[in-house]
């Protein structure tokens, strides 16, 4: 499986993006889907993800600003980010959720400037 991320970009504090990832192969809609944030200097870690029965999760420093969602029928999961923050910089990816199962792709840059 493929995973081909896109939609980052440089934006101010509070502002906002729709982060996309689409995914190659069969039975995208059996896996729970998770987008991961590596942030310079840091180890990647999860910020939110969503289930193949579309229940959600998200880390503690994203909730009420972040939605995850998924579109089973495009093979893709999305991350829309609202009231960015500085912190919020780093690259995105997605992938499997726990355990990161598929390839990982180049992911897509969000940078947040103050």
């Known amino acids: 499986v493929q995973l081909q991320a896109s939609g980052g970009g440089l934006v101010q504090a509070g502002g906002s993006l729709r982060l996309s990832c689409a995914a190659s192969?069969?039975?995208?809609?059996?896996?729970?889907m998770g987008w991961y944030r590596q942030a310079p200097g840091k180890q990647r870690e999860v910020v939110a993800a969503i289930g193949s029965d579309g229940s959600t999760n998200y880390v503690d420093s994203v909730k009420g600003r972040f939605t995850i969602s998924r579109s089973n029928a495009n093979n893709t999961v999305y991350l829309q980010l609202n009231s960015l923050k500085p912190e919020d910089t780093g690259v995105y990816h997605c992938?499997?959720?726990?355990?990161?199962?598929?390839?990982w792709g180049q992911g897509t840059q969000v940078t947040v400037s103050s």
């Open positions: 192969g069969r039975f995208f809609n059996r896996y729970a």
């Open positions: 992938n499997t959720w726990p355990r990161g199962a598929w390839k």
